[in-house]
């Protein structure tokens, strides 16, 4: 088992940043990949980025170059960096982990907002 705690989002200009953790418990060491997923009201959660436990990262190309994702140096956190934030970036974003033997984990998610 893998319990996951997101925390990090808020409110924040177009153009700002904000850093999204998410804290790992239980089974980490069986984690192969984290990503992060983000979804919006009557529509299907989409990815946004991940790392592997080999530190390959993967984005979106709606964030390349503007999200940065990485693990703490504890390994049992993955941060989010978001820097120049769109309106379009405003969800609910969610961390979820995949362990070796191809279960998901969820956590429960932060909400982002991207507003004047």
């Known amino acids: 088992q893998v319990q996951l705690v997101e925390s990090g989002g808020g409110l924040v200009q177009p153009g700002g940043s904000l850093r999204l953790s998410c804290a790992a418990s239980g089974s980490i060491f069986s984690v192969s990949t984290v990503g992060w997923y983000r979804q919006t009201p009557g529509n299907q959660r989409e990815f946004v980025a991940s790392i592997t436990r080999a530190e390959r990262t993967n984005y979106a190309d709606s964030v390349k170059g503007r999200f940065s994702i990485a693990r703490g140096t504890a390994k049992n956190t993955v941060w989010l960096q978001m820097n120049s934030l769109k309106p379009e970036d405003t969800a609910v974003y969610y961390c979820?982990?995949?362990?070796?033997?191809?279960?998901?984990?969820w956590g429960k998610g932060t909400l982002v907002t991207v507003s004047p």
């Open positions: 979820k982990a995949t362990h070796d033997f191809g279960m998901e984990y």
